[in-house]
């Protein structure tokens, strides 16, 4: 690591969150705040490839604290996963004098961090923004609560036209290898099943509940089914409900990316802050190779090789909460 850190660069790779504007804010005025220069690569990986990079001031973030998406884009680079196109990065990084990079997004975007780190040298932080809180290191993942509160409000309004026409909806939301997001909404809003990826789905044990409520006359439920569940995502549960329950006017609605946009929600405002300022107090303390996390409401610096290696596994206690309360 070089003896002091004075121009950084910062981008947003991966999938977008809500809240990846407030980390930014946060990187950027904090860093200027310490006598630090700031550039922004555009387009995460393929940016710095194609030297897509300029440098931020206070204005560069103003406003924009309340938006959801990026404003520094984000993009997919196959060139990036090369040699090649790694040292062919780093250049424009070198040439502008960066020695510190923090990255905004979830596994993959690490992984190309610590790419760099590794072949280069340059000192990185990993900031989580990602709406699936898969990341090992971490109590709250930038963007999250703006996903689930979405996702729960969407399965809110459904079950008003469930109660109006006494129907069965089958609501899937985002979550291909981790079911977050279909536990909290799916807790929250009453729902009748959670299908998760981190538990087999017993379709058995669905059509046993769902017929032992058709014959008390519960007609109108809810099964909130991750997209990564491994029985096969709504439409699946549904066509089997359907034809095992005939008596049941069962319906779909997949919920897909209106989940990763919109206005970020306080906490995670608050949260894309917090960590934004201590990756600048990273650097300045001679800490990289970092995911900036918030474990037990405090700062918590994991290596990046153990956030994306371990996983973040949901408590088993939840299952227990969910199968008494739909009963």
Same mark, same amino acid.
């Given at each position: 690591?070089?003896?002091?850190?004075?121009?950084?660069?910062?981008?947003?790779?991966?999938?977008?969150?809500?809240?990846?504007?407030?980390?930014?804010?946060?990187?950027?005025?904090?860093?200027?705040?310490?006598?630090?220069?700031?550039?922004?690569?555009?387009?995460?990986?393929?940016?710095?490839? !194609?030297?897509?990079?300029? @440098?931020?001031?206070? +204005?560069?973030? =103003? $406003?924009?604290?309340? %938006? &959801?998406?990026?404003? *520094?884009?984000?993009?997919?680079?196959? !060139?990036?996963?090369?040699? @090649?196109?790694?040292? +062919?990065?780093? =250049? $424009?990084?070198?040439? %502008? &004098?960066?020695?510190? *990079?923090?990255?905004?997004?979830?596994?993959?975007?690490?992984?190309?961090?610590?790419?760099?780190?590794?072949?280069?040298?340059?000192?990185?932080? &990993?900031?989580?923004?990602?709406?699936?809180?898969?990341?090992?290191?971490?109590?709250?993942?930038?963007?999250?609560?703006?996903?689930?509160?979405?996702?729960?409000?969407?399965?809110?309004?459904?079950?008003?036209?469930?109660?109006?026409?006494?129907?069965?909806?089958?609501?899937?939301?985002?979550?291909?290898?981790?079911?977050?997001?279909?536990?909290?909404?799916?807790?929250?809003?009453?729902?009748?099943?959670?299908?998760?990826?981190?538990?087999?789905?017993?379709?058995?044990?669905?059509?046993?509940?769902?017929?032992?409520?058709?014959?008390?006359?519960?007609?109108?439920?809810?099964?909130?089914?991750?997209?990564?569940?491994?029985?096969?995502?709504?439409?699946?549960?549904?066509?089997?409900?359907?034809?095992?329950?005939?008596?049941?006017?069962?319906?779909?609605?997949?919920?897909?990316?209106?989940?990763?946009?919109?206005?970020?929600?306080?906490?995670?405002?608050?949260?894309?802050?917090?960590?934004?300022?201590?990756?600048?107090?990273?650097?300045?303390?001679?800490?990289?190779?970092?995911?900036?996390?918030?474990?037990?409401?405090?700062?918590?610096?994991?290596?990046?090789?153990?956030?994306?290696?371990?996983?973040?596994?949901?408590?088993?206690?939840?299952?227990?909460?969910?199968?008494?309360?739909?009963?």
């Amino acid at each position: 690591m070089p003896d002091k850190i004075n121009k950084i660069a910062v981008l947003t790779s991966g999938g977008d969150s809500p809240g990846m504007n407030a980390a930014l804010r946060a990187v950027v005025r904090t860093a200027l705040y310490f006598g630090m220069d700031v550039f922004g690569i555009m387009r995460g990986y393929s940016g710095m490839l !194609e030297d897509d990079i300029f @440098e931020m001031d206070s +204005k560069s973030v =103003a $406003n924009i604290i309340q %938006r &959801g998406g990026t404003i *520094l884009k984000s993009a997919r680079c196959k !060139e990036f996963y090369t040699p @090649e196109g790694r040292k +062919k990065a780093y =250049a $424009n990084l070198e040439k %502008r &004098g960066i020695n510190g *990079l923090i990255v905004i997004g979830g596994d993959g975007s690490f992984t190309g961090g610590m790419k760099l780190q590794s072949e280069f040298g340059l000192p990185v932080i &990993g900031l989580p923004g990602t709406i699936d809180k898969d990341l090992f290191g971490t109590d709250f993942t930038i963007g999250f609560d703006t996903a689930v509160n979405t996702a729960l409000e969407a399965i809110d309004k459904i079950r008003d036209t469930a109660d109006a026409h006494d129907r069965l909806f089958i609501v899937e939301v985002m979550g291909r290898h981790t079911g977050y997001i279909a536990l909290h909404s799916g807790i929250a809003a009453g729902a009748e099943n959670i299908l998760i990826p981190e538990s087999a789905t017993n379709i058995e044990d669905v059509i046993a509940s769902l017929s032992e409520k058709e014959k008390r006359k519960k007609l109108v439920n809810i099964v909130v089914v991750a997209e990564g569940d491994a029985f096969g995502g709504a439409n699946e549960v549904a066509r089997i409900i359907k034809e095992r329950i005939p008596g049941f006017d069962t319906k779909v609605s997949i919920l897909g990316h209106i989940q990763r946009g919109g206005s970020p929600t306080c906490l995670d405002r608050l949260i894309a802050s917090r960590m934004g300022y201590h990756a600048i107090e990273a650097f300045m303390n001679g800490i990289s190779n970092v995911m900036v996390g918030i474990v037990n409401n405090k700062i918590e610096y994991t290596p990046l090789e153990i956030a994306i290696r371990e996983k973040h596994t949901i408590d088993p206690d939840w299952l227990r909460i969910v199968k008494i309360l739909a009963s």
